[in-house]
């Protein structure tokens, strides 16, 4: 296990390097197929965090926690296991849903209502993974990076170029709201959020497809 990082700056440049071989390792993951499940959403977490803070990497948290700047409060610690195998069900399922229209997202010279609903349904559940990480809480640090990841895992398995992972920073407080509204079961301004970094990440360019 390697050492503790000896100060603040030198932890943001680990946790900053984690955060892009995360990266990285989604868009391997996306092309493997390998199944995606609760266990690769800890994977992505503990590829953040194994240099800069390893006892915690893809290991749920010990005690409870609150959000900053959120009236939500997490789960107590002791539910999240139940919370996160409940949550993998959900995802298994919507996954199974999602493969069924994968070859209409595909066919990039299909402009049919088809394609399009089967792109919206892409879209649909890269929110819904990223606000459930978000709602759940799992883990001490890490759990917005980790859900933007999660995300984007999901919109690269089936051939859309995900959104930059700095999505938040481009207006925090909007981005706090959009995870609320989606607290109470709305998804529309997460959803709309993510649409839009995807849209300015390649602006310009087409919508990049790739098998």
Known sequence: MP????????????????????????????????????????????????????????????????????????????????????????????????????????????????????????LNLAARVHHMITWIHPYREGNGRTARLAGNLVLERYGIVGLSIKIELADKERYRKCLAQADKEDYNPLLDLIVEGIVDRYKGVSMKFYK
């Not at 993951?29 to 194994?50: G, L, V």
């Not at 959000?67 to 995802?91: C, D, N, V, W």
Request: charged residues 35%.
């Open 3 to 122: 050492a503790r990082p000896k100060d603040k700056k030198e932890l943001q440049k680990r946790e900053a390097i984690g955060v892009i071989r995360a990266s990285r390792f989604v868009r391997r993951y996306a092309h493997s197929h390998k199944p995606i499940n609760i266990q690769t959403i800890n994977r992505i977490h503990a590829e953040i965090f194994k240099d800069a803070w390893p006892e915690i990497a893809g290991e749920y948290r010990t005690e409870n926690v609150e959000i900053t700047h959120s009236k939500h409060l997490p789960p107590h610690y002791s539910r999240i296991s139940e919370q996160m195998s409940r949550f993998g069900a959900e995802l298994e399922k919507s996954l199974e849903d999602c493969e069924l229209v994968e070859g209409f997202i595909l066919d990039i010279n299909n402009e049919s209502k088809e394609r399009l609903d089967a792109i919206g349904k892409i």
